[in-house]
Structures are given as structure tokens and as C-alpha cells.
């Protein structure tokens, strides 16, 4: 498996030019698969606007798309509006909401309200996809090999889902968006034992954190402890809060790789091969 990301900012784009090292564009990662050239993604944030472009460059060649779910915060479908193979007849798409409690009934009226007239000139119906919407406790991401997925439910306004993904003995784990409270989720320890690669979210600083209680993410230090505790192999800190400039996160950067040599943050468009 090889990880890209297209889009590594929390919250909110920023394309300020102090921003463009780790990148402006809201959560969408892609998950490769180089030696068949298939990719499945995560979230649909504005950087899914560059995958598209990518994809129809020829970079990918698939006619079926997996895009799975953390949640349905704007900064994770904000860039789905925009995502060009959505647009063609000949392209399957399957809209992927896996794990259990999720509290939605229709996963279609999800995408279908943030695509209504009032909101947005082209309705759902009208972009020409071919779209599968499947909302299920667990199932491996369609047509994605032999990967086991799980997801697990973290705490989060309105919940989110972390998503686990095994294939050919190696472990990718990705948590955004996680409030872990005054003390580590045990749960996300325990979901995210043994990874190869651990991608957290780390929002804010254990200051900032202090301030923003109930916004549902977490510090560097909380996704260190996580990576610590889980025995992860490797950490990538992303959903980058739109206030951190690229020399804020430079310096975060340093600081964190003087505690768990093997972790970084996220850039966008930087490939990271398992
Ligand atoms: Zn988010
Ligand atoms: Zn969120």
C-alpha cells in the first residue's frame, strides 16, 4: 500500500502562501495500490478536487471508485461537488459509510441535501456517475482485494469512524476526527495495535487543546501517546488546524520527532510507501 495525501488541513482551506509546504486543502486520502494501479479513498474534503484531476490524467485508471467515510463534517465532503470522475456516466462509484451506530438511515440524502439547489447549481442526480450508497456495520471496502477493514466509533461531535485496513500483512490506521478527553481512548489504543502506519489527527497544542474542549480533536502529544501505546511502527499527525502556518508546524514537527523519532506531518501530495 502506498498513502497520498491530497488534502491534510482541518476544519477549513487556506490558501494563504504560508500554507502551502503542508498543505491548504481539507482531509482526502488516497490509498494506492501501485503494482495494479487502483486507488480507494478516504473522505472527500477539498483535496479529492486534485485526485479527481489526477485520476482522469490517467495517473489511475479504474471505471469503480471506493470513497469511504470518517464522517460527514464539511472539511471531509466539501471537495465531492468537485470531484471530476463524479461527472461520468462511465464511472461506478461507491459512497462507503462502514461501522455501526452511525445514526444515519439514507446515506444518499447525506450527499444529496449538501447538493441541493440552495446550496449548490448541479444536483447529485445531474452529475452522471453511477452511485452505490452502502451504509453497513462492516464489510471489507468493495472490490479492494483481500483487505480486512474495520472501523471504530470515536468520540467526536455527531461521532466519527476510524478505519483499520490489513492487507498482505500490513496494517494502516487512520483516526480523524478523535477527542480523546483527560485521559487516552483506550479504544483507540487498542484499534490501532501493531500499525504499521498510524495516521492520528492532531489539531491543536496541549494549550490550545485546554481551550477547545468539546470540538472533538486532539493534541501532538495525545497522538504521540497513542503511537507510544499501540506499539506503531510509524505516526503522520494530520487535519492541520487552519491557524498553523508552515512554520508553526515545522517547529511542532521537530519537537514531536525529539519524542517518537519515527512520526511527521502530513504534507499534501507526498506519497508515503508501506
Ligand atoms: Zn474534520
Ligand atoms: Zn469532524
Redesign the pocket.
Given at each position: 500500500m502506498t498513502v497520498k495525501f491530497y488534502g491534510t488541513r482541518?476544519?477549513l482551506p487556506v490558501c494563504d502562501p504560508d500554507f502551502q509546504e503542508y498543505g491548504g486543502n481539507t482531509t482526502c486520502i488516497a490509498i494506492l495500490r501501485k503494482d495494479v494501479s487502483r486507488v480507494a479513498i478516504i473522505d472527500a474534503g477539498t483535496g479529492i478536487r486534485n485526485l479527481g484531476k489526477d485520476m482522469l490524467k490517467g495517473y489511475i485508471s479504474q471505471d469503480d471508485i471506493n470513497i469511504a467515510f470518517?464522517?460527514f463534517?464539511w472539511?471531509?465532503i466539501q471537495g465531492f461537488p468537485f470531484f471530476d470522475p463524479a461527472y461520468n456516466p462511465k464511472i461506478k462509484i461507491n459512497m462507503i459509510a462502514l461501522g455501526d451506530d452511525r445514526g444515519i438511515t439514507d446515506l444518499r440524502e447525506v450527499f444529496a441535501t449538501q447538493m441541493q439547489s440552495r446550496y449548490f447549481p448541479v444536483g447529485l442526480e445531474e452529475m452522471g456517475a453511477q452511485f452505490n450508497f452502502l451504509l453497513q456495520d462492516k464489510e471489507s471496502l468493495i472490490d479492494y482485494y483481500d483487505a480486512d477493514v474495520y472501523t471504530h466509533r470515536l468520540n467526536?461531535?455527531?461521532g466519527?469512524y476510524g478505519y483499520r485496513i490489513e492487507l498482505e500483512g500490513q496494517i494502516l490506521v487512520i483516526c480523524?476526527?478523535v477527542e480523546h478527553g483527560d485521559q487516552i481512548d483506550e479504544g483507540v489504543v487498542e484499534f490501532a495495535r501493531d500499525a504499521d502506519l498510524l495516521i492520528h489527527e492532531a489539531q491543536y497544542t496541549t494549550e490550545e487543546l485546554a481551550s477547545h474542549k468539546g470540538w472533538?480533536?486532539s493534541s501532538f502529544e495525545q497522538a504521540i501517546e497513542v503511537a507510544e501505546r499501540s506499539g506503531a511502527k510509524q505516526l503522520i499527525m494530520t487535519h492541520h488546524d487552519p491557524d498553523h502556518d508552515d512554520q508553526f508546524l515545522r517547529e511542532i514537527e521537530k519537537k514531536c520527532q525529539s519524542r517518537f523519532p519515527n512520526c511527521s506531518l502530513a504534507r499534501e501530495n507526498v506519497e508515503i510507501d508501506m
Open positions: 482541518g476544519s470518517t464522517h463534517h472539511d471531509h467526536h461531535p455527531g466519527s480523524t476526527d472533538g480533536h
